[in-house]
């Protein structure tokens, strides 16, 4: 490596799109900043030891109460455009999860409340994750 040569620190995370058997979007309105009282996917840190399926499942479950088996969830990509993120640099891999349509939710862990969207009747959302739904959606057809 020369001395001009630099590292950059790049942050692992996970961001879910969870719809229902009839479509419903599950988002998370953000109790934190950046984007604090926003909307977004559940999602966070992929923690020491863990595979970002693993962390899909459990951010999921502390964020929304909702919970997934790992197996069954759908990789729908990766998403690591410099500047997603005001905090830094941020690669994501997003998952789709679908659940049954009575499936209750609670605001947990870093979520002032959560919801769901009627996917014509979207939010605008924090970082780039209206990107990821629409990747999703594609995905289901929709």
Not at 7 to 22: A, G, K, M, N, P
Not at 67 to 81: C, F, K, P, S, Y
Request: aromatic share 8%; charged share 25%; proline share 5%.
């Amino acid at each position: 490596m020369s001395e001009t040569e630099t590292f950059e620190t790049i942050r692992y995370t996970v961001d879910l799109v969870v719809v229902t058997s009839e479509g419903h979007l599950l988002l998370i309105q953000r109790d934190w900043d950046p984007f604090e009282g926003d909307w977004a996917l559940p999602g966070g840190h992929v923690d020491v030891g863990e595979t970002s399926r693993w962390a899909a499942v459990r951010e999921l479950d502390e964020e929304t109460g909702v919970r997934v088996v790992a197996e069954e969830l759908r990789l729908i990509g990766v998403w690591d455009q410099p500047g997603r993120d005001p905090r830094g640099r941020y690669v994501t891999v997003a998952y789709l999860a679908v659940v049954p349509a009575d499936t209750a939710i609670v605001a947990g862990t870093d979520a002032r409340t959560v919801r769901w969207w009627r996917p014509d009747e979207l939010p605008s959302m924090a970082f780039d994750h209206a990107d990821i739904v629409a990747a999703s959606l594609a995905l289901l057809g929709k």
